[in-house]
């Protein structure tokens, strides 16, 4: 059971980027996947989770209104389109999963999460 962030990138304030997380040794639209960020020097921070078995999809505050997260059944893939970067935006990207827990919720604290990929780092300057 393995997920697999990619995507990261550098980019100017104002721009975008789209996050990919690939799942593997599991089928991930049956499970809720988080979407979480590290900076430097701070706690992790949970960004957006969805829920196909509930329909819910969640997000921060910080994000609202720039980031949609969205899947891809057939694909079995999870994607984070981040646009209108800041600055503060710049943090290493987990996702992650509840499997092999089987819920209808959409957290995004971290103690749900027991499957996490690698990390990709994102960093917005000009």
């Known amino acids: 059971v393995q997920l697999v962030e990619s995507g990261g990138g550098l980019v100017q304030p104002g721009g975008s980027l789209r996050l990919s997380c690939a799942a593997s040794g599991f089928t991930s639209f049956y499970y809720a996947i988080g979407w979480f960020r590290q900076a430097p020097g701070k706690e992790r921070e949970g960004v957006s989770c969805?829920?196909?078995?509930?329909?819910?999809?969640y997000y921060s505050d910080s994000v609202k209104g720039r980031f949609t997260i969205s899947r891809d059944k057939a694909n079995d893939m999870v994607y984070l389109q981040m646009n209108s970067l800041k600055p503060e935006d710049t943090a290493v990207y987990y996702c992650?999963?509840?499997?092999?827990?089987?819920?209808?919720?959409?957290?995004?604290?971290?103690?749900?999460?027991?499957?996490w990929g690698q990390g990709t780092q994102v960093t917005v300057s000009s």
């Open positions: 992650a999963t509840d499997f092999p827990r089987y819920t209808s919720t959409c957290l995004i604290s971290g103690a749900n999460y027991d499957v």
């Open positions: 969805i829920n196909s078995n509930s329909g819910r999809t």
